[in-house]
């Protein structure tokens, strides 16, 4: 029984361990990330809004689809990151208050506000890349 618990452990370990080595492991869906240099990473991005507008965030904040916040799956809250849309090479820089399910398959999910600074509201998903360059002040949170 021990060894039916060992090697799925083992597994997550490996594949834990092989994104020290500056490449996306195996075990990671496609589309979730496609290069990791340094700190940033590029993937898929999607934007929300609407029926979330108002709604408390995981960070507690009130989510405001107009401001230029994000949803990612471990970056703290109040981290600063320049999201820039491959395609067109839009970039924003943009304030974790959310989380986003690490099994989203997406990198970032972004604001409507920042998706149209980015350019894809109407195509709903991008290419983009990541580069976390800070923490937000504590009074920009405080609104």
């Known amino acids: 029984m021990t060894i039916r618990f060992a090697t799925p452990l083992l597994a997550l370990l490996l594949a834990t361990f092989s ?10 869906p496609q589309g979730l990330i496609h290069s990791i240099a340094d700190d940033a990473v590029s993937g ?35 981290t600063r990151v320049r999201v820039t849309n491959l395609k067109n ?10 989380r986003l399910s690490s099994s989203a398959g997406r990198v970032i999910d972004v604001s409507r506000g920042a998706a149209q600074r980015l350019g894809f ?23």
């Open 89 to 98: 090479k839009r970039s924003v820089v943009v304030t974790i208050n959310d």
């Open 19 to 28: 994104a020290f080595a500056h490449e996306a492991p195996e075990q990671v």
């Open 121 to 143: 509201v109407k195509a709903g998903l991008a290419d983009v890349r990541l580069e976390p360059i800070g923490r937000a002040s504590a009074r920009a949170g405080r609104r």
């Open 44 to 78: 898929t991005a999607a934007w929300y809004g609407g029926k979330f507008n108002g709604r408390k965030t995981a960070s507690g904040q009130r989510f405001n689809a107009s401001a230029l916040t994000a949803a990612h799956a471990t970056l703290p809250f109040g």
